[in-house]
């Protein structure tokens, strides 16, 4: 008798960085924010949206990548009033 390995079509969740490539499905902004579903597959969020949907998406997550800490790490210059 042969035993079948047990077949899921969950994913991993991924842990590359979010990229400028990556785009939030809802408004096509870069996305910030990568939501592994409990249902299987991801959903991609720019801060806004993210924020919007915070309630819904922790109802809905397996794993949330989190990147918009990002969104402070720059710093504008004033321009110089020469």
Do not use: N, W
Not at 15 to 41: E, F, N, W
Not at 64 to 82: I, N, Q, R, W, Y
């Amino acid at each position: 008798m042969r035993v079948r390995p047990d077949v899921t079509t969950a994913t991993a969740p991924t842990a590359a960085p979010l990229t400028a490539i990556d785009r939030c499905d809802r408004c096509g902004a870069q996305a910030y924010l990568r939501v592994q579903l409990k249902s299987g597959g991801e959903l991609l969020f720019c801060a806004h949206h993210a924020r919007e949907h915070s309630e819904k998406l922790r109802e809905i997550a397996e794993h949330v990548h989190d990147e918009t800490g990002k969104l402070g790490d720059t710093h504008a210059t004033p321009a110089d009033d020469a």
